[in-house]
């Protein structure tokens, strides 16, 4: 879902993600960098910068969009109230 999300983006936007699998997001964040220069993106195109939780990513974004592909361990832990 990211992967789609940040090549139809503008390069020079910006992709916040955060996912409970730390392993994932760092290596979705590599792979998307390659992409990018692979396809001649400048050094300030194509970025994917991680989030450490949801707050952060509504605090440093635009807009949002929010998707979720895992079950309800990964929904428990994303509580929306003020807390985040």
Do not use: H, W
Not at 16 to 30: G, H, P, Q, Y
Not at 35 to 62: D, I, M
């Amino acid at each position: 879902m990211a992967k789609n999300l940040r090549a139809k983006i503008p390069a020079s936007d910006t992709l916040i993600v955060r996912d409970i699998n730390e392993d994932a997001m760092k290596r979705f964040a590599t792979e998307a960098q390659e992409a990018a220069r692979s396809n001649g993106a400048g050094a300030n195109e194509g970025q994917v910068e991680l989030a450490e939780n949801a707050r952060e990513v509504a605090e440093k974004s635009v807009s949002v969009y929010l998707g979720s592909l895992c079950g309800s361990r990964g929904l428990a832990s994303l509580r929306m109230d003020s807390a985040l």
